[in-house]
């Protein structure tokens, strides 16, 4: 039986070697293209941060445009053509409702207290004091939000487990949740500063109390119902200035401001 030898086609190599070399060449260009289009992205975002952040300042707010002036600065904490007492934070499953007018408010701000009772708020709408780059695109991608708020410093197991709402003294406080008034005390807040407490037990939430601080003129008692954004519970008063320091460097007013915190009596 004759033996039969096989021919290797060197046509067929051939061709199979200059599709490896096409196809290294296209991804080789790939490549290279991707490298270019990420090295100008970042260029771009490098570019943008330094724009957004020279001559600025965490405060978000110059001197010249205050948020307390009639007219709503553009980075007011509640925008003008929205609601009079928008919902400014979640407590669970509810809406908690700007206890000021939309027009008198001057700032939203959390501030986390050493208070271990304290319940985490979630806050609505868009944070205003965070990162610039964070900033220019949800300018661009996002609508206007209704709500602003800003995040200060503190110490506390949570850094929304307290909120300051800012409004000029003498303002009309209304009570941020529907439920039942459960307190209203005089006392000296650190043992020297006059004020009014109101404690509100929501509808509901047995064991939870939501406190407002810094009033003046209490027009509740003890036992009565309130509905969320529609009764009043005092006005606002005027704020220590050692106090009041925090949200005046973003107001640049006197930083008069009402205090909400929301705590929960612990499950024996």
């Known amino acids: 039986m004759r033996e039969v030898i096989t021919v290797p086609d060197t046509r067929r190599q051939k061709e199979l070697l200059e599709r490896k070399r096409r196809l290294a060449s296209r991804y080789r260009r790939r490549r290279i293209r991707f490298a270019v289009g990420f090295a100008v992205f970042c260029l771009a975002i490098a570019t943008i941060a330094v724009v957004a952040t020279r001559g600025g300042s965490t405060a978000q707010v110059a001197t010249e445009d205050l948020l307390a002036e009639s007219s709503a600065a553009a980075s007011a904490p509640v925008n003008a053509t929205g609601e009079e007492r928008p919902a400014f934070a979640r407590l669970g499953d509810r809406n908690m409702i700007l206890p ?42 996002a609508g206007e939000p209704l709500v602003r708020y800003y995040q200060l410093d503190g110490e506390g197991s949570s850094p929304t487990n307290s909120v300051l709402i800012g409004a000029p003294v003498g303002s009309l406080v209304t009570s941020p949740v529907s439920g039942t008034v459960t307190g209203v005390k005089e006392y000296k807040l650190y043992g020297k500063y006059d004020d009014v407490q109101i404690e509100i037990r929501p509808e509901e939430l047995s064991g939870t109390t939501v406190s407002i601080m810094f009033i003046s003129d209490p027009v509740v008692s003890i036992g009565e119902v309130v509905s969320a954004g529609k009764t009043q519970l005092g006005k606002v008063r005027e704020c220590p200035s050692e106090l009041a320091a925090p949200i005046a460097r973003y107001t640049h007013d006197s930083g008069a401001h009402v205090h909400i915190k929301v705590t929960e009596e612990p499950i024996d």
């Not at 027009?103 to 009772?117: C, K, L, V």
């Open 100 to 141: 000021v007018a939309a027009g008198d408010a001057t700032i939203i701000a959390y501030q986390p207290i050493s208070d271990e009772r304290a319940l985490a708020l979630v806050p609505i709408g868009d944070k205003a004091n965070t990162s610039a780059i964070v900033r220019f695109f949800r300018g661009i991608f």
